[in-house]
């Protein structure tokens, strides 16, 4: 594996012991089979490597071993580092080149020796692979747009597809020496922009890091080395600094009789570097260095106890100056920010139960929901509505802004980080992070999103292109009055605001002219529906203006006062900003607009 050295070690193919011997290298699969206690059929899974090791025959490698050990290589990597007790997976793994390499085998036949399941998914992968490579040499080819499409619908109907490849890059990638330099930056650049994203997504950690250091050192080695220099020097500058403080932290924890785990971290060379392509300069980044102090509780009571006293401890030391507490990060950790001469230094506080989940835990989770995309929280008939938004968006833009827009719905709505907002019933919405109102509002309904006029944030009214943050309460005001305008879609990023906006747009949109203009001129009506109080009849008549009122009347309900102000505005003259103030008096429990002909 990789070292703190900064040294990528390159896995030599030819020392590893596979593909000298075909009952060596079967026996040590099946050892690591049951080392890892994954329940699978074994008698099916050595099959497969059979007709794997059998189709490969005469076939090498660019390091010169026997074709067959890279399925192999894979197998063992889905065996040893994720856990994975999916026969179907393993098997397809082995056999994820044999319909290519031997033509004597057919779908029929991975049907009736293995079963529908494996077969089905040597087909989806095949796809797959397929697609992704595409787009690499050929003219009159596809466009990346289409690709993304296609590769999209695959991951989102079945994650094993995407499971596979990914094991299967990340053994590329330990074995990229052997491959030209072009060759080696194309994968890398790949990687970088296509797989990374995906397994960062799917929660993949240890194989996204692994994915993006290999990556990054083939992508732009000197760039690569010129970062793991600084961090060497930036590290040797801590060192003092980071013992003083993990040493202040032990002592304090050892007196607090709490069992704990301290780790130190430093950001990623390839996070240091998209930093730096941002514009930064290395020395203005924040963090390079930080620790976790995972405590052996699930207590969140104790945890938060144990930070508040370890805050009062740390502002007794000299050597410590801290600008930032009381953070919590997306997983629930307390996060403290320290600042010394040299840089700013993040402590996260974890229980047990927030620590990072690893990689087989994350394929157990995906086994229980059968590998589908309702791991992603995404309904069918959601997909359905994504896919035919990207096919109009295929269809009707130029292929780069098509490519360009589909990542960037894929992108938003797969990688970002998640936010919580609620609804008026306290109900939890998900949403990617940096999601509108609008957004919100098309999550709640297409009809709620196409009349959407305002909204009221923990009780403030916003304006519909606010962003939302974590945590607010979020009431949608509505009114058939009112009709999204192109405006809109600079300021969204959810896939079904985009969809559903595209369509009203697309077809809605031109017949509004012919469907809401009336034949005669028609009289606003505001209908305001208020808690009693003696100023909310004078405060109306300042907005709407005495001399746009036609008639007014007046009702009593209980505690409610209605109010129906009939004005001498016609329908083209009615502005949002009548509404958004009248909405914003105190005491106004509901409004809406209606329309009689003059």
Request: hydrophobic share 40%; net charge negative; aromatic share 12%.
């Amino acid at each position: 594996m990789d070292n703190d050295t900064g040294i990528i070690e390159l896995y030599d193919e030819a020392i590893t012991g596979f593909g000298i011997d075909y009952d060596d290298d079967l026996s040590r699969m099946l050892a690591a089979i049951d080392k890892y206690k994954l329940d699978v059929d074994v008698n099916m899974i050595s099959n497969a490597f059979d007709l794997c090791y059998n189709s490969h025959q005469g076939v090498k490698r660019m390091s010169g071993v026997p074709y067959y050990t890279h399925p192999l290589a894979v197998a063992m990597i889905l065996i040893e580092e994720l856990n994975i007790s999916d026969t179907a997976v393993i098997v397809a793994t082995l056999l994820h080149n044999v319909l290519r390499d031997n033509l004597m085998i057919t779908y029929d036949y991975i049907v009736s020796h293995f079963g529908k399941d494996v077969a089905t998914l040597l087909f989806h992968y095949s796809k797959f692979v397929k697609h992704i490579s595409a787009d690499k040499n050929i003219q009159n080819k596809k466009t990346r747009a289409e690709i993304y499409l296609q590769l999209f619908m695959l991951i989102i109907r079945d994650a094993r597809t995407f499971i596979i490849q990914l094991c299967n890059r990340l053994h590329d990638l330990r074995t990229l020496q052997y491959l030209p330099k072009e060759k080696q930056t194309e994968i890398a650049d790949e990687t970088l922009n296509f797989y990374v994203p995906f397994a960062s997504q799917f929660g993949f950690h240890k194989i996204q890091a692994e994915l993006e250091r290999r990556a990054f050192y083939f992508y732009d080695s000197n760039q690569y080395h010129w970062i793991m220099d600084y961090l060497k020097v930036k590290k040797k500058i801590f060192t003092e600094y980071l013992f003083l403080l993990v040493d202040s932290i032990k002592n304090f924890l050892i007196t607090q009789n709490i069992h704990y785990n301290i780790e130190v971290l430093h950001k990623q060379e390839y996070e240091i570097f998209l930093l730096l392509q941002s514009g930064q300069n290395i020395n203005d980044i924040d963090n390079i260095f930080s620790l976790n102090v995972i405590l052996d509780t699930e207590d969140v009571a104790v945890a938060k106890n144990v930070y508040d006293l370890l805050l009062s401890n740390l502002q007794k030391n000299d050597f410590i100056d801290i600008y930032n507490k009381n953070k919590i990060a997306p997983d629930g950790s307390m996060l403290l920010d320290l600042i010394d001469s040299n840089g700013k230094t993040q402590i996260a506080i974890k229980m047990k139960n927030t620590d990072i989940v690893n990689d087989s835990q994350i394929m157990k989770t995906l086994a229980e929901n059968k590998y589908r995309h309702n791991y992603l929280n995404i309904s069918d008939e959601d997909v359905e509505l994504w896919a035919n938004w990207m096919k109009h968006i295929i269809d009707t833009k130029n292929p780069i802004d098509a490519e360009q827009i589909l990542w960037n719905s894929i992108k938003n709505n797969l990688y970002n980080n998640a936010i919580v907002v609620y609804n008026k019933k306290g109900e939890v919405v998900s949403l990617p992070n940096g999601s509108s109102v609008i957004d919100f509002a098309f999550e709640l309904s297409q009809d709620i999103g196409l009349s959407t006029i305002t909204c009221k944030v923990d009780g403030n009214i916003k304006d519909i292109f606010y962003e939302l943050k974590d945590g607010e309460k979020v009431e949608i005001i509505t009114s058939p009055k009112c009709y999204p305008d192109s405006n809109w879609l600079h300021h969204i990023i959810t896939f079904k605001a985009f969809a559903h906006l595209t369509n009203y747009f697309k077809h809605d949109f031109i017949l509004n002219e012919k469907k809401y203009l009336p034949e005669r001129p028609k009289r606003q009506i505001f209908r305001i529906s208020s808690v009693k109080h003696n100023n909310i009849l004078i405060k109306v008549k300042d907005i709407i203006g005495q001399e746009h009122i036609h008639r007014i009347y007046l009702g009593y309900n209980l505690n409610t006062f209605n109010i129906a102000v009939h004005t001498t505005f016609i329908e083209d003259d009615i502005t949002n900003n009548i509404f958004l103030k009248l909405i914003g008096i105190n005491g106004v429990k509901s409004l809406s607009i209606d329309s009689i002909a003059i």
